[in-house]
Structure formats: C-alpha cells, structure tokens
C-alpha cells in the first residue's frame, strides 16, 4: 500500500511540530526517519498510524483520504524510541508478539506468526538467533 503525506502541519497549542511534510512511501519500500531529537519524527508516525490529528494537510493510503479510517483499519505499526523486549521471550516471540495480539480474524495462526518473525529475521540478517 502506498502512504502520501501532503503538505502536512502540526501544532501542539502554538509550537510547529511539523511544518508543511510532504512525503511518498511506494507500496513494498523500506524507509527510515532520520534527523535529530525534536525534529518531528516521532510526531509524523504518530499522525499516519493515527494517533493524533494533523492541524493542516492530508494522509493517503493510496487514493483513499486516511483520515476517514480509524486506527485499527490503518493497520500501521512502527518501533518506539524507547522501546522494550520481553525478556522471558525469544527473539522470534518478541518479533511475532505484535500480531500474537491482534484480534479476531485480524490475527494470524501460530505458523504464520513464526514464518513472519523468521522472514524478518532473514531480511536483517540475523537468521539464527530466533531462540535466544
């Protein structure tokens, strides 16, 4: 699925977290955010997964306006920057936890879960390690 962000603002009270972000992520591609602490990072994953609102602009899951679907129908997830691991898991357990914790029919089967953390794993080069 590809994400347009057009043209998008946001403010918190009268602070310009983002100002006027355009951006195309093509169906398939792998980005990364990079830029310094407070640079809007943070604020622009949390506006396409819907979190939060944009004051100005607009959000496409291809041509269809994101701002007409909730959170769970945006199927977005991304990494925090302070994230945590659960310690008592594997590292294929804590890459798979994610979908273990989807509802109903939005939830793989156990086998699906694994091929997926694996495949990841594989995409990272860090094949192996999925007991740890």
Same mark, same amino acid.
Do not use: K, M, T
């Given at each position: 699925m590809e994400v347009r962000v057009v043209n998008v603002r946001k403010e918190f009270?009268?602070?310009p977290a983002l100002h006027d972000v355009s951006l195309d992520i093509k169906s398939g591609e792998l980005i990364a955010l990079l830029g310094p602490s407070g640079s809007g990072k943070t604020t622009l994953l949390r506006l396409i997964a819907g979190l939060e609102r944009p004051t100005k602009g607009a959000i496409f899951f291809g041509e269809e306006d994101a701002s007409q679907k909730?959170?769970?129908e945006r199927n977005v997830g991304f990494?925090?920057?302070?994230? @945590?691991?659960f310690r008592h898991m594997t590292v294929a357990d804590n890459i798979g936890f994610g979908l273990k914790v989807r509802h109903? @029919? @939005?939830?793989?089967r156990a086998q699906e879960i694994r091929r997926r953390a694996l495949e990841l794993l594989d995409l990272v080069q860090l094949?192996?390690?999925?007991k740890r």
């Open positions: 009270e009268r602070f909730s959170i769970q990494v925090f920057q302070h994230y @945590a691991l109903g @029919a @939005a939830r793989p094949s192996g390690l999925e």
